[in-house]
């Protein structure tokens, strides 16, 4: 059974920076893409970026330049969020791409963004 958990979350001022962790059961090496989702209270869940095995990263729009995504060598993947906004709040969650296509989910961490 593979589990993801994430951690890192919190409350921060406009402005401010947090670094979010999802720790994997297995090597994030045995994974496909790994990438960051977030959602915020009565919106659906939104892309925030993913790191390929080659270690190619990719953002949308809304947040790249201010977030960063970055593994360690074990079983770890970060998520580096810079100038945070009012909208970046909401529960992050990492996601893994498993072998056939299986996706693993962990279950958020929140993140308030407060001006």
């Known amino acids: 059974q593979v589990q993801l958990v994430e951690s890192g979350g919190g409350l921060v001022q406009a402005g401010g920076s947090l670094r979010l962790s999802c720790v994997a059961s297995?090597?994030?090496?045995?994974?496909?893409?790994t990438s960051w989702y977030r959602q915020a209270a009565g919106e659906q869940r939104e892309w925030v970026g993913s790191i390929r095995p080659s270690g190619q990263t990719d953002y949308p729009a809304s947040v790249k330049g201010r977030f960063t995504i970055s593994r360690n060598v074990r079983n770890t993947m970060y998520l580096n969020m810079n100038d945070l906004k009012p909208e970046d709040s909401g529960v992050y969650y990492c996601?893994?791409?498993?072998?056939?296509?299986?996706?693993?989910w962990g279950q958020g961490t929140q993140v308030t963004v407060h001006s």
């Open positions: 996601r893994a791409q498993g072998p056939s296509g299986i996706d693993y």
């Open positions: 297995r090597s994030i090496f045995s994974f496909g893409a």
